[in-house]
């Protein structure tokens, strides 16, 4: 029988909770690298058992770490990321030139083919490549030497790259996205990229159709239907037909349209999940209850899930890498909050379990579906 | 021998357990002592002093025989007493965090 197996990074240390398919009872492990911000861990597809995990804190900087064995044993790699070149400037909060500075690693995603071919998405953002398995870090620099890399302003969070999404049928096709740029696109293996944000509104933006300054939290994908993505914006809940080539708003009847995690689900391509958040400026539920919004027609018309999430005072957030899905059937959803809940819906949102309720504030979840 | 004190994080890190011996030097100084570490334990590069640039990063200091000498130049003679092992070349995490 499959098992399951979450990958969480926490403010103080990684935790790993596994179970068997039914996904009812778990076991968990940690804190790994205990003390340290962890800001994601992943597996490659390649092999169950090669993780990387990026680890930091403010006295030491950035670690990464690979296991080969599943995550009993792990091993630190490389962790320098120096920018190609003479690395410039970036637009900085109040509008003057800020030169780019390498503060941490917020994302790692594994090749779906090659074992030691690993991506890097990095604040100041930028996008680092490792083909020796986390040995030694390159930057593609198509991306930050866009003509528009002067004009990128942080968010709040900082100017992160924080989603790397790699189509499935075609790998020279990747993309990315940063905040708060917007989202990118390459079609040549990452050597050149260009913005794809036509349809976004950013009401602080003047210029509608501006083509950078775009604070997208998040994009997922179906892998069965890669060239439809689903964007969680600053605010907005968007939808991409066609690559990211033009983007339509599909936030429909959710309660708040601003949130940070958006994903879908792994065998129904138009059942997409969102966390709706009451507002940027207070990053808490909205009428202080928890609840996972679920959207079986590709967006626009949503119900909330509530079976097993807190209905009152409650007022945890849950960050853009924190949500994640399996690939059993029926499929898994899970997420984890700044409370340090890691919630598990075994069947797709219907109903949810805390499988652990007291950990540090959760950064980022990931599944990984076991034979 | 040359004797460094590690803070957790990076004994951890390094995977020892109390303090690092480093072989002698003829005239230590920070700089060569770090380089020595790192060579030694090559998961501390990049964690003490920035890769490249080899600048100390900001919430890490360096005591020795009792005396912080962060500030001190980096070629600087370190005090005799690291240099023969009878004291040991400190370096520390500040305060800082939650």
Redesign the interface.
């Known amino acids: 029988m499959s098992r399951v197996r979450l990958l969480v990074g926490t403010r103080k240390g990684a935790f790993v909770l596994t179970s068997d398919g039914t996904r009812d009872d778990w076991n968990v492990e940690g804190p790994l690298f205990a003390g340290w911000e962890m800001y994601h861990l992943k597996a490659s597809p390649v092999d169950p058992g090669r993780l990387y995990a990026s680890q930091s804190t403010g006295w030491h900087g950035q670690v990464v770490q690979r296991s080969d064995d599943g995550g009993k044993t792990w091993e630190p790699v490389g962790n320098e990321f120096a920018y190609d070149g003479v690395p410039g400037t970036h637009q900085w909060y109040d509008g003057t030139q800020h030169p780019w500075e390498f503060a941490r690693v917020w994302h790692l995603e594994p090749s779906l083919t090659d074992l030691d071919t690993v991506f890097a998405g990095v604040e100041d953002a930028a996008l680092f490549r490792s083909v020796d398995g986390g040995q030694t870090w390159q930057e593609l620099s198509g991306l930050r030497d866009h003509p528009t890399g002067a004009q990128w302003q942080p968010g709040a969070g900082g100017l992160c790259l924080h989603t790397i999404l790699i189509h499935p049928d075609d790998p020279q096709r990747m993309f990315v996205a940063i905040s708060a740029a917007g989202a990118f696109r390459t079609d040549d293996g990452g050597e050149t990229w260009r913005p794809i944000n036509r349809g976004l509104r950013s009401g602080e933006l003047p210029d509608e159709d501006r083509e950078v300054g775009h604070c997208v939290h998040r994009i997922a994908m179906n892998p069965s239907r890669p060239d439809v993505l689903f964007m969680q914006k600053h605010w907005d809940v968007m939808r991409s037909d066609d690559a990211g080539e033009s983007w339509h708003e599909v936030s429909g009847n959710l309660p708040s349209d601003f949130g940070f995690p958006i994903a879908v689900h792994p065998h129904e391509p138009d059942t997409v999940y969102v966390v709706p958040i009451k507002s940027d400026s207070e990053h808490v539920p909205p009428d202080a209850k928890l609840r996972v919004y679920r959207s079986r027609t590709g967006g626009n018309e949503w119900e909330a899930l509530t079976d097993g999430l807190p209905q009152s005072h409650c007022y945890v957030n849950v960050l853009r890498d924190a949500m994640s899905v399996d690939d059993l059937d029926p499929g898994g959803v899970y997420f984890g909050t700044t409370g340090g809940q890691v919630y598990a819906s075994p069947d797709g949102g219907d109903k949810w379990t805390a499988i652990v309720r007291d950990l540090p504030a959760v950064l980022s979840v990931e599944a990984q579906t076991l034979p | 021998m040359i004797r460094v004190i590690l803070?957790?994080?990076?004994r951890t890190?390094a995977g020892v357990d109390g303090e690092v011996s480093l072989d002698d030097q003829e005239q230590p100084t920070q700089r060569t002592v770090l380089d020595a570490l790192e060579a030694s334990y090559p998961?501390l590069?990049?964690?003490?002093r920035?890769?490249?640039t080899a600048k100390r990063?900001?919430?890490?200091r360096f005591f020795a025989s009792g005396q912080d000498i962060t500030l001190d130049s980096a070629d600087d003679p370190l005090p005799e007493e690291v240099a023969s092992g009878a004291e040991p070349f400190r370096v520390v995490?500040?305060m800082?965090?939650g």
Do not use: C, E, S, Y
Not at chain 2, 7 to 10: D, V
Not at chain 2, 45 to 48: A, E, L, P
Not at chain 2, 57 to 60: A, G, K, V
């Open positions: 803070p957790q994080h990076l890190l998961a590069r990049g964690t003490i920035d890769h490249g990063r900001d919430f890490i995490g500040a800082a965090g």
